[in-house]
Nanobody, 123 residues
């Protein structure tokens, strides 16, 4: 069984910084893309927004709204992915979810999600 466990998040004033971390554990043969999504207040699960992704080789991609402010990184040896968030804005307020494409057996990949962590930015 595969689990993604997030840590970090909380309440911060606009302009501040927060760091999120996510660790994958369990039966893992390999991990492809890892990333962070967020679900703003009042939005449905289907409306989760991609924040940032990072490939096994370190390639990254960001939502336009966070470029230059957020940095995603991963540690392949530890199966972790992190998100450093700087210059936070009230519109960054959301529940942030870790996501990873994981192969438990070395064959098919499946998308796994963390439980979510709340980030609240006050104005």
């Amino acid at each position: 069984q595969v689990q993604l466990v997030e840590s970090g998040g909380g309440l911060v004033q606009a302009g501040g910084s927060l760091s999120l971390s996510c660790a994958a554990s369990g039966r893992i043969s390999s991990i492809n893309v890892m990333g962070w999504y967020r679900q703003a207040p009042g939005k449905q699960r289907e409306q989760r927004e991609l924040v940032a992704i990072v490939t096994t080789g370190g390639g990254t991609d960001y939502a336009d709204s966070v470029k230059g402010r957020f940095t995603i990184s991963r540690d392949n040896a530890k199966n972790t992915v992190s998100l450093q968030m700087n210059s936070l804005k009230p519109e960054d307020t959301a529940v942030y979810y870790c996501n990873a494409d994981i192969s438990p057996s070395g064959r098919n990949y499946f998308a796994y999600w963390g439980q979510g962590t709340q980030v609240t930015v006050s104005s």
